[in-house]
Nanobody
Framework: QVQLVESGGGSVQAGGSLRLSCTAS????????MGWFRQAPGKEREFVAA?????????YYADSVKGRFTISRDNAKNSVYLQMNSLKPEDTAVYYC?????????????????WGQGTQVTVSS
């Protein structure tokens, strides 16, 4: 059983930065791709960013965050991170990390099998 715990969320003004962390227990994540998703009130959960397994040399981003967010991983710490810069009010959401366990595109929710409990990010204008 994999348990994921996100941290690093909070409230920030527009233009600010936050760094989210996701640490796993119960299984080594090095061989799995990882993703970050977010869900705003009244909206569906949406893809934010993904990183490939092992070295994490492959990264993918939603168009809405490209150039502002950076996903990375540290296999020694069994963790994945999301550096968020130039935050906008529309980035306000609960952010979730997830383990990719299935086939499909990196941005497909169905490709992910384990989810954290989420961390709230609030960006004020």
């Amino acid at each position: 059983q994999v348990q994921l715990v996100e941290s690093g969320g909070g409230s920030v003004q527009a233009g600010g930065s936050l760094r989210l962390s996701c640490t796993a227990s119960g299984r080594t994540l090095a061989s799995y791709g990882m993703g970050w998703f977010r869900q705003a009130p009244g909206k569906e959960r949406e893809f934010v960013a993904a990183v490939t397994s092992w070295s994490g040399s492959g990264t993918y981003y939603a168009d809405s965050v490209k150039g502002r967010f950076t996903i990375s991983r540290d296999n020694a710490k069994n963790s994945v991170y999301l550096q968020m810069n130039s935050l906008k009010p529309e980035d306000t959401a609960v952010y979730y990390c997830a383990v990719r366990v299935g086939a499909g595109r990196s941005q497909d929710l169905d490709a992910y099998g384990y989810w954290g409990q989420g961390t709230q990010v609030t960006v004020s204008s």
